[in-house]
């Protein structure tokens, strides 16, 4: 008997992308990012949110959708940060992702596995609004 997941979706450009629900704690639609020098290329800054600071990723980047990242300045209003659980460390991480969607409940024989060595990513999924990549959480929020 399968299961069924609860996905977040979202944009990056014109991809449809999802995360399971249970690991998203927040979705901030507003806010500034601050750079901090030694943050890796792939990270769009530090944003602090009620006394904690996210370690934001720029997924557009990571993902090959823009070359540019973004370092500072307030969130645009077609972008959302996707907060996650603290890690063990103390770390929160959070996503710079396009417009965010709604969540849907996935049945788990509709998951399909990801082919070929594809980073970040569990696999595909089918949703109403068609085939939508499945993040992986994990391997994003551990680089």
Known sequence: MSEDR???????????YCVELKRVTNVVECGSLQSVDSDPEFLAGRMDVRSETLRVIDLKH?????????????????????????????DVDAWLVDEVRNS????DDTVLSASGPMAHVEGTVQTDHGETVWVDADAINGI
């Open 62 to 90: 990571l993902f090959g959708v823009t070359a540019a990242v973004r370092h500072t300045g307030e969130i645009d209003d077609a972008e959302h940060v996707v907060v996650f659980n603290s890690r063990s460390g103390g």
């Open 6 to 16: 609860q996905m977040l979706l979202f944009e990056l450009g014109d991809d449809r």
């Open 104 to 107: 849907v409940s996935v049945d």
